[in-house]
């Protein structure tokens, strides 16, 4: 392979398949793009100390006390005031503070690969910080569930994600209880049947969204019925009140679970309690229809909004081989030589293009005022896309002209913050050849600023 070819690849490395170049990495990736990047297949880690979503739960339980007792006591209003204030306060700082963590160490990592692969998993299985509650453990399924099993098997990270308190309370399974369950015979006996009617029924949401978005697809014909039967299977997953089960986290409630056997998609379960539900997850995790799903989103993510069927079958292939490995469906698309071409077919998204731009300008760190200034005037607020469905990822839903001034709002302030010499960030992010159109407008621009802002609006540079 010729030394031109080699620096093609290493572009591409770095920028198709990690999150943008930092000084030094075109140099380390062209000794060998593919190497470079199998060794970035490894476990990311969040070095900040954060509390978890276990901890979050028991502090708002202990404001929820606070708020009840205040009630009971009488307090005055400015003391009330006062500690609705200080729980406000520590719910958008939570949110804001982890949010922003991960970011930060995306945008320092030296495995950007796996950082990419963390945020693509976290769109897949989507959850919105809306109310309360969502808002402080919304940001904790990805380092939880997501980030645990980024390299294991997908039937594991499902799984994961399905029991972890944010997907289940976004998704209302928290409240899920089959009508013929022990709960729900026992509340025929209840004085306050109104009451228990209410409380007791079967939510799909999840059930659905498992369906539609997490596996097989919303094309991959399955029936109404397969959503009622496996939100039934999910019955009794729920989550543990800090107060009243004296616990955190996931729970298993056995007397809300929907007895009998389920059908999904024409298999028998006659599994008991929570292993019904389990079964039902594994072998949709593993049905061939969701291998087909997920490696196209990878496709479609890593490479071209328009895939190449050729590389989706190898990545298809490597999954059903290996059980849904998802390191190894990576190294079957590392390795693929059509995930290789030149040509530039991926619009960057917003995050993309401020984590890519902040890695070019070696800024190391920033605070969650300018993250989340900088993504909310981009449309792509941490865990905000308001749907299960995610953000897009497409270059329809970002390429728009208010977008574009958007883009140079943000870059302009950018570069009267940070300072770099827009020819070295050129060469050690892009490789552009000095005859080639972008590199000849930058080294011939009026100022150092002006310089800049070419290089990050450049099409060379939107694009990987």
Excluded at 75 to 85: G, I, L, P
Excluded at 320 to 335: D, P, S
Aim: proline share 4%.
């Amino acid at each position: 392979m010729s030394n031109a070819s080699n620096k093609t690849n290493a572009v591409i490395a770095a920028n198709r398949f990690g999150l943008g170049a930092k000084p030094g990495d075109l140099e380390q990736a062209e000794k060998n793009p593919q190497k470079w990047l199998t060794a970035q297949l490894t476990p990311v880690t969040f070095t900040q100390d954060l509390p978890g979503s276990n901890d979050l739960f028991q502090q708002l339980s202990d404001y929820q006390a606070i708020k009840k007792q205040n009630k009971k006591n009488n307090v005055s209003a400015d003391k009330d005031k006062k500690d609705n204030k200080k729980r406000s306060r520590f719910i958008q700082t939570t949110y804001r503070q982890v949010a922003t963590d991960a970011f930060v160490q995306s945008i320092n990592s030296d495995n950007s690969l796996a950082w990419r692969l963390l945020d693509f998993f976290s769109n897949h299985f989507s959850v919105s910080a809306n109310g309360p509650v969502m808002t402080v453990i919304a940001a904790t399924l990805e380092r939880e569930a997501i980030a645990e099993n980024l390299f294991n098997r997908f039937e594991d990270m499902l799984l994961a994600v399905s029991k972890h308190p944010a997907m289940l309370i976004y998704l209302n399974n928290e409240r899920s209880f089959g009508v013929k369950s022990r709960l729900a015979k026992s509340s025929k006996n209840s004085k306050n049947k109104r009451k228990a009617k209410k409380t007791i029924g079967l939510n799909e949401n999840l059930a659905r969204e498992i369906l539609e978005l997490h596996t097989l697809g919303v094309s991959a014909g399955y029936s109404q019925e397969d959503v009622i039967e496996l939100a039934k299977g999910i019955t009794g997953w729920s989550v543990a009140n800090p107060v009243k089960d004296d616990a955190v986290g996931f729970k298993y409630r056995s007397w809300g679970k929907e007895p009998g056997n389920r059908v999904l998609l024409g298999k028998t379960y006659k599994q008991k309690g929570i292993n019904q539900g389990e079964a039902m997850l594994k072998d949709l995790a593993n049905h061939p229809t969701t291998a087909k799903f997920v490696c196209t989103k990878l496709v479609k993510h890593f490479i071209s909004d328009k895939p190449e069927p050729q590389l989706i079958d190898i990545l298809v292939k490597r999954w059903q081989k290996t059980g849904g490995n998802i390191k190894e469906v990576m190294l079957a698309l590392i390795h693929a030589e059509q995930a290789w071409l030149p040509a530039r077919q991926k619009f960057k998204t917003p995050r993309e293009f401020v984590q890519s731009s902040y890695r070019a300008l070696q800024v190391k760190e920033v605070n969650f005022k300018t993250l989340f200034f900088s993504l909310n005037s981009f449309g792509q607020q941490p865990f905000q896309a308001g749907s299960p469905a995610g953000y897009s990822d497409e270059q329809q839903d970002w390429d728009g002209a208010n977008a574009l001034m958007a883009k140079i709002d943000w870059t302009a302030m950018q570069v009267r913050k940070y300072s770099a010499n827009a020819e070295n960030v050129i060469n050690q992010t892009l490789a552009l050849q000095p005859t080639e159109h972008t590199y000849k407008s930058v080294v011939r621009a009026e100022s150092r600023r002006q310089a800049l802002v070419l290089t990050l609006l450049s099409p060379e540079f939107l694009r990987r």
